[in-house]
């Protein structure tokens, strides 16, 4: 079963075109790099995949369901880390996240779940405010997979981590994917996307220049970097 499709989707804004029919799709238990420099349509395409923007044509289906047209039991199958984390700063990491188990209506065994695999159990009773930028990113990582979605969409969440940080991160990555889930993460680290993805899709100007799996780009180019300065230079 194909977890995301997304379908020749087009997107103005300003009377701009932003996405020129975009298309591609994610496999179950598959984990995604989407590449591109910036203005090329990466946080167009992954806004309109979250039903942040409605598409001006074409579709998105997350686990078979139309975005638009099922939006309620797509969201169920999804969820998502923006790359600034929109956390109650003032109210502890458990807090946070038993404010959305509530809302979900998560068992307190799924919370404690959740606290062990984010590897913030000696710290959940902090203020998030406290918390430094790896910390939060886990913490709003948490949250986006609270209900066990079988997408997840992290942004740029390597963003001002430190290698300790990205560490925990990538060890977190490859634990949902043993779990079951399928992760897409746009990131402009590419050492690190070399590490963690399967695959690659890469955009520019609106538009997929290239799908690859890791293990094809390794086996012509020596890293993901030299591909990306022949794709984009």
Same mark, same amino acid.
């Given at each position: 079963?194909?977890? +995301?499709?997304? @379908?020749?989707?087009? &997107?103005?804004?300003?009377? *701009? $075109? #932003?996405?020129?029919?975009?298309?591609? /799709?994610? %496999?179950?238990?598959?984990?995604?790099?989407? +590449?591109?420099? @910036?203005?090329?349509? &990466?946080?167009?395409?992954? *806004? $309109? #995949?979250?039903?942040?923007?409605?598409? /001006?044509? %074409?579709?998105?289906?997350?686990?078979?369901?139309?975005?638009?047209?099922?939006?309620?039991?797509?969201?169920?199958?999804?969820?998502?880390?923006?790359?600034?984390?929109?956390?109650?700063?003032?109210?502890?990491?458990?807090?946070?996240?038993?404010?959305?188990?509530?809302?979900?209506?998560?068992?307190?065994?799924?919370?404690?779940?959740?606290?062990?695999?984010?590897?913030?159990?000696?710290?959940?009773?902090?203020?998030?405010?406290?918390?430094?930028?790896?910390?939060?990113?886990?913490?709003?990582?948490?949250?986006?997979?609270?209900?066990?979605?079988?997408?997840?969409?992290?942004?740029?969440?390597?963003?001002?981590?430190?290698?300790?940080?990205?560490?925990?991160?990538?060890?977190?990555?490859?634990?949902?994917?043993?779990?079951?889930?399928?992760?897409?993460?746009?990131?402009?680290?590419?050492?690190?996307?070399?590490?963690?993805?399967?695959?690659?899709?890469?955009?520019?100007?609106?538009?997929?220049?290239?799908?690859?799996?890791?293990?094809?780009?390794?086996?012509?180019?020596?890293?993901?970097?030299?591909?990306?300065?022949?794709?984009?230079?």
């Amino acid at each position: 079963m194909k977890v +995301l499709e997304v @379908n020749e989707i087009y &997107k103005k804004k300003d009377k *701009k $075109s #932003i996405l020129k029919g975009i298309s591609f /799709d994610i %496999g179950e238990k598959e984990v995604v790099g989407l +590449l591109g420099p @910036n203005g090329s349509g &990466k946080s167009t395409t992954i *806004k $309109s #995949i979250c039903g942040l923007y409605k598409p /001006d044509n %074409g579709t998105v289906n997350i686990c078979g369901f139309d975005v638009k047209k099922a939006r309620k039991r797509a969201m169920e199958n999804l969820g998502v880390a923006m790359e600034n984390p929109s956390l109650y700063v003032e109210l502890t990491g458990f807090d946070n996240l038993k404010m959305f188990a509530i809302e979900r209506k998560v068992s307190k065994e799924r919370l404690d779940e959740i606290i062990e695999l984010i590897g913030l159990s000696d710290n959940i009773h902090r203020k998030a405010g406290t918390y430094s930028q790896g910390m939060k990113m886990r913490l709003n990582l948490g949250l986006a997979i609270m209900h066990k979605p079988k997408l997840i969409i992290l942004d740029e969440p390597t963003n001002g981590l430190d290698p300790d940080a990205v560490f925990q991160l990538r060890s977190i990555i490859y634990r949902l994917r043993e779990d079951g889930s399928s992760i897409m993460f746009s990131s402009h680290q590419l050492s690190e996307v070399e590490k963690i993805a399967d695959r690659i899709i890469a955009i520019d100007k609106g538009k997929v220049l290239s799908q690859k799996t890791i293990i094809e780009i390794k086996g012509k180019y020596n890293h993901l970097e030299d591909f990306y300065k022949g794709l984009y230079n």
